[in-house]
């Protein structure tokens, strides 16, 4: 089995420079990694608001209905880690690119759809797609700049523009389909992958790559398999709820799923995961910060969403406006996280941003069915937003840091993955939460979930903060000057 040493390399004093400046190709390149990013988070909710339209127009029955945004997250979710190291040993460029081409196919199919199998076929496209283009972008980015300033800005644009790209969908959604046809929210996918087919080879760059070692196909399948069969359980209990068969059984199948990779790991000669990448604490609790940043904050939209329409009685649009306030947080949040970083840690960044997110949705729990809520509502969103998008970029920051580049791919789709399944699960567990309550009207259920979802938000914060270590390597962003070259105590390739 390949051993990983974890221990610091020996201090150099060649180290690449830490710069906080990006140059005219690097900008390029960001602003077509950032776009492709920023379309696919749009993916995820774009559809949601015309659901109903495309039932109608298509044929679907209302219960098949939720499996146009299922298909999409099992796959997005299900393949991320697979493709993340595929990246690493066939080249991230190379992924990127492949994903783009399916992204435009998949979505002119999924325009063009006539009929209900079409349309999943195309969903299903889209979601392999984002499990491919997500992290081979992500691991562009680490690649192409040091750890410093210059990696965190990069980093904390992609979130921002990734939870943006998220709270926005619903009301691109909605107004494409008030406006024109929903048929829009696929077409401007190929729009966007036309644009980046042409632009990207000529400004992605990524190190040369080494031996190619096997791929762990084992591994691969096994825990494609599971984490398809876990997004799969979690969803049916948001349907169905827990005690259903279609909830409890795909469950109880990752549990053995689960033994079964990591016995797989631990015996072949070149591992999906390699176990000692698993070990550094910065990667698994990292992690784990991300899956629960982002399973908290994208089924708080999701309530929010239930309430000003289904209590407040807003309409579609409008509440997707009034969500948009949170959007606007999420990207101030995404540009102010590297400064906070830089003059603290990755881990304080993690920490005091779920804490101010809890404090910041714990009064929502209370919100009553008056629309005199809807001023408090705007400015707790608004504040937990950016608290949101704060611990997120530390998250990625803490995530990939001291990891060498042939195994950044791997990292970057740990990463990926958190955020996908984090995704994927939020919505389904807090909409099981809030219809398991039982009384006259929705709103109990939805301030139980509410203030569900802001104690796992303090208790994450709690947990990170005993258990998240960060590489003994580290070195303080605010320490290293712009444009000048620092000594570094890690290996930055």
């Known amino acids: 089995m390949t051993e990983i040493n974890t221990s610091p390399p020996p201090t150099t004093t060649n180290a690449t420079p830490r710069v906080d400046r990006f140059t005219t190709t690097q900008k390029i390149a960001m602003a077509i990694l950032l776009t492709a990013n920023f379309t696919l988070a749009v993916d995820f909710s774009i559809l949601n608001v015309a659901l109903p339209h495309i039932g109608s127009e298509l044929g679907f029955a209302t219960s098949a209905l939720q499996w146009i945004v299922t298909s999409f997250a099992l796959c997005a979710a299900g393949f991320t ?20 081409v399916l992204l435009g196919v998949s979505s002119l199919a999924g325009g063009l759809a006539s009929e209900p199998g079409l349309l999943l076929t195309a969903r299903i496209g889209q979601g392999i797609a984002t499990a491919m283009v997500t992290p081979a972008a992500l691991s562009l980015m680490t690649t192409m700049f040091p750890e410093g300033p210059a990696r965190s800005r990069a980093l904390g644009l992609n979130g921002a523009l990734m939870a943006a790209g998220f709270t926005s969908g619903a009301v691109l959604g909605g107004l494409l389909t008030g406006a024109v046809s929903w048929r829009w929210a696929f077409f401007i996918n190929v729009v966007v992958a036309l644009a980046v087919m042409v632009v990207a080879p000529f400004v992605l760059r990524e190190p040369a790559r080494g031996p190619r070692p096997k791929l762990d196909v084992p591994g691969a399948i096994t825990i494609t398999i599971a984490l398809v069969a876990l997004v799969f359980g979690i969803d049916n209990a948001g349907h169905h709820g827990w005690t259903h068969a279609g909830s409890w059984g795909p469950i109880l199948g990752v549990l053995v799923l689960f033994v079964v990779f990591f016995k797989i790991e631990g015996r072949v000669a070149e591992p999906l995961v390699a176990p000692g990448l698993l070990n550094r604490r910065n990667i698994g609790w990292g992690n784990t910060a991300g899956l629960l940043a982002f399973g908290t904050f994208t089924s708080l939209v999701f309530l929010l969403t239930l309430y000003l329409q289904q209590v407040l009685g807003y309409s579609a649009v409008t509440a997707g406006l009034a969500l948009g306030v949170l959007g606007i947080g999420t990207v101030l949040g995404g540009l102010a996280a590297p400064k906070v970083i830089g003059r603290t840690s990755a881990k304080a960044a993690i920490v005091a941003g779920l804490v101010v997110q809890a404090a910041a949705t714990a009064p929502l729990a209370f919100a009553g069915d008056s629309r005199d809520w809807l001023i408090p509502l705007l400015a707790c969103t608004f504040i937990g937003g950016v608290a949101n998008l704060v611990a997120i970029v530390g998250y990625v920051v803490a995530a990939t840091s001291g990891v060498p580049a042939h195994q950044q791919g791997l990292a970057t789709g740990l990463v990926t993955m958190s955020q996908q399944v984090g995704i994927a699960l939020g919505t389904p567990v807090m909409s099981a939460l809030a219809t398991g309550v039982v009384a006259a009207t ?44 620092q000594p570094e105590s890690e290996s930055s390739s």
């Open 442 to 485: 929705l709103l109990p259920g939805l301030q139980f979930a509410i203030g569900v979802n802001a104690a796992i938000a303090l208790a994450a914060a709690i947990l990170l903060a005993i258990f998240l270590r960060l590489p003994k390597t580290e070195v303080p962003i605010a320490a290293a000057e712009p444009n000048r070259p």
């Open 81 to 100: 880690l697979f493709f993340g190291r595929v990246a690493d040993l066939f080249g991230r460029k190379r992924l990127f690119m492949i994903g783009i």
